[in-house]
C-alpha cells in the first residue's frame, strides 16, 4: 500500500507528546519526514512514498537481499571521508602541511572499504591480527596502517613487522620492551607512537580531567605513576624507546573518547601532550615528529543529537595546536586523527521487517499537575494511571546492534516500506532475541497502523553495529549492500545457517 507521495504534513501532527517519552523526543510533525541529518546522502522517499536509496527502493533491496539488512552509501562513505580530511587538512595546512587521517577500522571493516579508504587518501587503524588479514587482503600498503591494541601478541607484533606497518602505538611499558625485543631479533627497526593517557575524558557535551587514570588504556602522564618518584611512565616509555635499537620513536598519541560533540576536550588533550611533547625534546635531546589526537568526533543518531561541523572542530583544534607550539617555541608535529564513527556511522541504515506487535499498558510517571495526555487512561488525580506503549518486533535485534543494550545508545527509526497519515504512537522497536534487554530504539513516535510485513529503517547504523555483531541465538549475522550511482552490491555476505553449523565439530 503506498499513498500521499507528497508527504503531507501529518494531521495528527499537533499530538501531544507521550509522557513515557524521555524529554528530548518530540512528536514529529510529519512521521513520513526523514530528519536529513541522520541519513546518508541519497536517502528520500520516492513518489510512491516509499524509502529508497539513490532511487532503489527498499522492499526491491529486500527482495533481493532479505532483511535484516546493512544498506551503505558508498557515495557518502567516500564524501564524508573527503569531507573530514579536507577540513583537517584545511585547519592545520599552515601549522603542519596538513594531517594524516585513519580511518578507524574498528567501527566498520571490510576490503571494500579498505580500499574505499585507501582511495578517498585516507589511511587505516587496526587493533588486532584479523584486521591486519583485512588491510593485507585489501593490499593497502603497511606504510599506510596503524596497530593499535593493550594487548598486542607476539604473532600480532610479527605481523605488524612483517607488514612493514607504518606505525605501531604500544599502550605500556611491557609492550614497548616486547615489541623492542620482537624487533630487534628479526634485526629490525619498529616504528613506534606512545598512546598517553592525557586524563581528559569527553562525553558527548562535556570533559573531566583528571590527574590519574583508572582504565586499562595507555601510559599515565601522572608524575606519580612509577615507582620513580616524579616520573610518570608516560616518561620512562619515552625515555626507554629512545634508547631501544629496535625502536624509531615517532611521536605520541591519544583517544579521549567517542561520540564527542565540542572541541574542548581534544583541545585540552592536545595542550597536554603537546607540553609534555616539549618537554620530553628538551630533556632528552630528541625530536618527536608526530602527534595523534585520536577520534570520537560524535554523529547525530536521533534528532536530539547536534554534532559540531567537521571544519568547525578542525579549526577549533587547530587554533590550540597553532597556539601551544608559538608558547613553547617548537616545531608543530605532524597532526594525525583517527575518526571512525564520523565517517562511516551516518552513511548507513539497518533494514528489518516488522513481525509481531502489542501495546502494553505502563504506570505513568508523576507528571506535573494539569499535565494530562489525550491517551491517558484511569484516575486523573494522580493514583493507578497507566499510559500505552507499542511494542514493533523485528526480525533482527541486538545481534546485529548491541550499542542500545551495552551503552544505551539511542536511535531513531521510520516507516519505511510506505507513508502513512496514522497518529504518532510513542513505540519501542525491539528484536526477537530471548532477552527483555533487546532493544534497538528504545522511544520513537512511529504511526499507529504500522503493522506486521511492514519494513523499517533504523538510520546511522554504520560504525559499531555490523562490527559489534554476533550470532545470538544462532541467528545469522546480516549482509551489508554498498549502494553507488543507482546500483547495488553485496561487500559482505550475510551468514547462512550452513555458516554457523560449520564450525561445530559435532564429536
Ligand atoms: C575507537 C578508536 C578510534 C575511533 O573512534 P570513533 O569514535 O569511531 O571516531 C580512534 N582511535 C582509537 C585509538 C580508538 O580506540
Known amino acids: 500500500m503506498t499513498q500521499n507521495p507528497v508527504n503531507p504534513v501529518n494531521p495528527a501532527g499537533a499530538a501531544a507528546a507521550s509522557p513515557l517519552a524521555p524529554d528530548w523526543l518530540q512528536v514529529p510533525a510529519d ?29 526491491e533491496l529486500q527482495r533481493e537481499y532479505g532483511t535484516p539488512l546493512f544498506v551503505m552509501s558508498e557515495t557518502d562513505f567516500r564524501a564524508r571521508a573527503r569531507a573530514f580530511t579536507d577540513a583537517f587538512n584545511d585547519a592545520f595546512a ?25 582511495e578517498e587518501g585516507l589511511r587505516l587503524d587496526t587493533a588486532s591480527g584479523g584486521e591486519l588479514a583485512v588491510a593485507a587482503r585489501a593490499g593497502i600498503p603497511g606504510a599506510e596502517v596503524a596497530l593499535h591494541g593493550n594487548n598486542k601478541s607476539g604473532a ?27 624487533a630487534a631479533g628479526r634485526g629490525e627497526t ?24 583508572d582504565q586499562k588504556f595507555g601510559l599515565s602522564m601522572a608524575p606519580d605513576s612509577t615507582e620513580q618518584a616524579g616520573l610518570s611512565a608516560a616518561e620512562e616509555a619515552v625515555a626507554a624507546a629512545a634508547g631501544y635499537p629496535g625502536v624509531e620513536l ?65 579549526q577549533a583544534m587547530a587554533a590550540v595546536v597553532r597556539t601551544k607550539c608559538a608558547e613553547l617555541g617548537i616545531t608543530a608535529p605532524r597532526i594525525s586523527i ?26 505513568a510517571p508523576a507528571a506535573p499537575a494539569g499535565d494530562t495526555a489525550e491517551d491517558t487512561v484511569g484516575d486523573m488525580a494522580g493514583e493507578n494511571v497507566t499510559l500505552p506503549r507499542r511494542y514493533v518486533s523485528v526480525d533482527g535485534g541486538m545481534s546485529d546492534n548491541p550499542r542500545p543494550v551495552l551503552y544505551d545508545a539511542d536511535y531513531s527509526a521510520v516507516l519505511a516500506s510506505r507513508t502513512s497519515a496514522a497518529t504518532p504512537q ?33 538510520p546511522g547504523t554504520g560504525a559499531y553495529c555490523w562490527a559489534l555483531s554476533s550470532n545470538y541465538n544462532y541467528l545469522a549475522r546480516p549482509g551489508v ?27
Open 250 to 314: 615517532l611521536g605520541l598519541h591519544c583517544h579521549i573518547g567517542s561520540q564527542i560533540f565540542e572541541p574542548d576536550g581534544f583541545a585540552v588533550a592536545a595542550e597536554k601532550l603537546l607540553d609534555f611533547l616539549a618537554a620530553m625534546q628538551a630533556k632528552y635531546s630528541i625530536v618527536l615528529p608526530e602527534l595523534d589526537l585520536g577520534g570520537g568526533y560524535g554523529i547525530a543518531y536521533t534528532p536530539a543529537d547536534t554534532p559540531r561541523p567537521a571544519a568547525e572542530i578542525a
Open 156 to 182: 600480532e607484533i610479527h605481523r605488524a613487522l612483517d607488514m612493514q606497518l607504518g606505525r605501531i602505538v604500544v599502550d605500556s611499558l611491557p609492550e614497548l620492551e616486547r615489541v623492542a625485543a620482537i
Open 190 to 213: 619498529a616504528r613506534v607512537m606512545l598512546r598517553l593517557t592525557p586524563g581528559v575524558h569527553a562525553h558527548t557535551h562535556e570533559f573531566i580531567a583528571t590527574a590519574h587514570e
Open 426 to 458: 510513542l513505540s519501542r522497536v525491539v528484536g526477537k532475541h530471548c532477552e527483555s534487554g533487546d532493544i534497538v530504539v528504545r522511544d520513537v513516535y512511529l504511526p499507529e497502523d504500522v503493522a506486521a510485513g511492514d519494513l523499517l529503517a533504523v
Open 338 to 363: 583517527e575518526p571512525g564513527r564520523a565517517i562511516v556511522g551516518s552513511t548507513t541504515f539497518t533494514l528489518y521487517e516488522v513481525g509481531t506487535l502489542k501495546t502494553v499498558r505502563v504506570d
Open 94 to 118: 599552515d601549522i603542519c602541511g596538513g594531517v594524516d587521517v585513519y580511518y578507524a577500522g574498528k567501527s566498520f571493516l571490510c576490503t571494500t572499504v579498505v580500499r574505499w579508504v585507501e
Open 481 to 507: 549492500v554498498a549502494v553507488r550511482d543507482g546500483s547495488s552490491r553485496l561487500i559482505v555476505r550475510g551468514e547462512t545457517e550452513q555458516d554457523l553449523l560449520n564450525r561445530d565439530m559435532g564429536v
Open 31 to 59: 512521521l513520513n519526514a526523514l530528519h536529513e541529518p541522520l541519513w546518508a546522502a541519497g536517502v528520500g522517499r520516492n513518489d510512491g512514498g516509499e524509502l529508497a536509496i539513490d532511487g532503489i527502493p527498499v522492499s
